[in-house]
């Protein structure tokens, strides 16, 4: 079945480096969706991207989406405490569902 | 509005008992779903709803049954529940197109079966 690879599975950054997890299909998507989860919490959604190439921005954090849509970036600019949680993309299934990556879990250190 | 409600927060069985976890929305979103988070396996989607009356299998529905009589619910059946079934679940809604729009997550219901 269709799958999402999200590496790396962990990442360990100093709070001011940058952070970088990307995602990769095995077919075609339709769109990506980006979500984070803190420590204890719940996923929350953070953006979706839908055209080949796409490229959007909130503040810190730049989303892209390949130009064969097919994989995606996240890139977190001078990392914060604040950003400690895990990343996850997802990508549209056969049956219309969101299939979503392992997730990449992201800590700070101060 | 309350969002994504789920009771209960947490939850010890025992092998082999039944329990319901409860999802509750109050967006009036059509498509409902549950997922379960272990660790290192991301989010698998258990089983879902397009609408009031209308139910389907996720990835990974075996030992989990589930019903839509109102838009509001969507509780998850535990028939016989098995240590395999130890997780964290979360229920998630969003407006018609599931996969295309934002799914709302609640806050989760830890599980642990003995």
């Known amino acids: 079945g269709q799958q999402v690879m999200q590496i790396p599975q962990y990442q360990h950054v100093q709070e001011g480096e940058d952070f970088t997890t990307y995602c990769n299909s095995s077919?075609?998507?339709?769109?990506i969706q980006w979500y984070k989860q803190r420590p204890g919490g719940h996923p929350v959604f953070l953006i979706q991207?839908?055209?080949?190439?796409e490229v959007k921005k909130q503040k810190r954090l730049t989303f892209q989406f390949g130009e064969a849509k097919k994989n995606s970036s996240l890139h977190i600019t001078a990392t914060q405490t604040t950003d400690v949680g895990t990343y996850f993309c997802?990508?549209?299934?056969?049956?219309?569902?969101?299939?979503f990556g392992k997730g990449t879990k992201l800590s700070v250190k101060p | 509005n309350a969002g994504v409600t789920q009771t209960p927060k947490f939850q010890v069985l025992k092998t082999g008992q039944s329990m319901t976890l409860q999802c509750a929305q109050d967006?009036?979103?059509?498509?409902m779903s549950w997922y379960r988070q272990d660790p290192g396996m991301g989010l698998r989607l258990i089983h879902y709803?397009?609408?009031?009356?209308?139910?389907d299998q996720g990835e990974v529905p075996n030992g989990y049954n589930v019903s839509r009589s109102t838009t509001e619910d969507f509780p998850l059946r535990l028939l016989s529940a098995a240590p395999s079934q130890t997780s964290v679940y979360f229920c998630?809604?969003?407006?018609?197109?599931?996969?295309?729009?934002?799914?709302?997550f609640g806050p989760g219901t830890r599980l642990l079966v003995l």
């Open positions: 709803s397009v609408g009031a009356g209308i139910t």
């Open positions: 997802a990508g549209r299934g056969s049956q219309g569902n969101l299939i």
């Open positions: 077919t075609t998507l339709s769109n």
């Open positions: 967006m009036n979103h059509e498509y």
């Open positions: 998630a809604s969003s407006y018609t197109g599931g996969a295309y729009q934002t799914q709302y």
């Open positions: 991207l839908v055209k080949s190439g």
